[in-house]
């Protein structure tokens, strides 16, 4: 028997090149889509796991704020209404979004700064209030604890910004007026698509809200002792002007 060596023409060459690249393209996005995957859920189940402790938090603080944390809480409220799409008081179409809400701890305080009429009366729910947390217990506890100020269906559990722009539409709400991350932008793996993806969703004259109650101190420490699960600092001002 004699054997020929057959030599691959330039376009199966070509060819095998380009499926090589198509191969390494699939594989580089199948694992970046398992490490976020993989992100997703540590973050979930460390906040699941801090849901099943914060009821004995609750009875043993009697619903009390420290004053410090209180004042913050405040301040985060009050910087929604300076969005110049939302003019003094949360219309029926204003929408706000809170990405990573937990037990919903703004609730109260978005509450008293956006369903007050001019004499200080609370004249409805916050109807326009929309809760979103990657921590099913989470959403579970919010919706346990505000009944009285904002209806159980406002707590969606998901990620940003996929599970939140479809179940936004299928509310049949296309944009918000204001998005915050209070003590949640941390867990996102990338900071400035996380806030362009934000961007891409607001309205008009809409804002970002970016904070957290302990500061970026806090934050710093967080991501040193929790590495796996706090991924990123806070951005400070010169970082954000130059997204």
């Not at 919706?143 to 049949?172: E, H, M």
Request: hydrophobic content about 35%; proline content about 5%; glycine content about 6%.
């Amino acid at each position: 028997l004699r054997w020929k060596k057959i030599m691959p023409s330039p376009t199966d060459t070509d060819r095998v090149g380009t499926d090589m690249e198509g191969m390494d393209s699939m594989s580089s996005d199948s694992s970046s889509f398992s490490n976020s995957y993989l992100h997703r859920a540590r973050v979930a189940t460390t906040w699941d796991t801090i849901a099943l402790f914060l009821p004995n938090d609750y009875a043993r603080t009697k619903g009390r704020v420290e004053p410090e944390v209180d004042r913050r809480l405040k301040c985060i409220a009050k910087a929604t209404m300076q969005c110049s799409s939302i003019t003094s008081k949360f219309c029926a179409d204003n929408v706000l979004l809170d990405v990573g809400c937990g037990d919903g701890a703004l609730v109260p305080y978005l509450y008293d700064v956006m369903t007050k009429d001019e004499t200080g009366t609370q004249t409805k729910k916050l109807k326009t209030y929309y809760g979103l947390d990657v921590s099913q217990k989470m959403i579970d506890l919010a919706k346990q604890r505000w009944t009285g100020i904002v209806s159980p269906d406002q707590f969606l559990p998901g990620s940003f910004p996929d599970d939140a722009c479809n179940k936004l539409k299928q509310l049949d709400i296309a944009s918000c007026d204001a998005i915050i991350f209070n003590g949640s932008l941390q867990f996102f793996q990338d900071t400035i698509e996380t806030l362009k993806d934000a961007e891409k969703l607001l309205s008009p004259g809409g804002r970002i809200i970016i904070s957290h109650v302990n500061g970026a101190y806090f934050v710093k420490d967080e991501c040193q002792k929790n590495p796996g699960v706090a991924v990123r600092t806070m951005p400070n001002k010169i970082s954000l002007e130059m997204m």
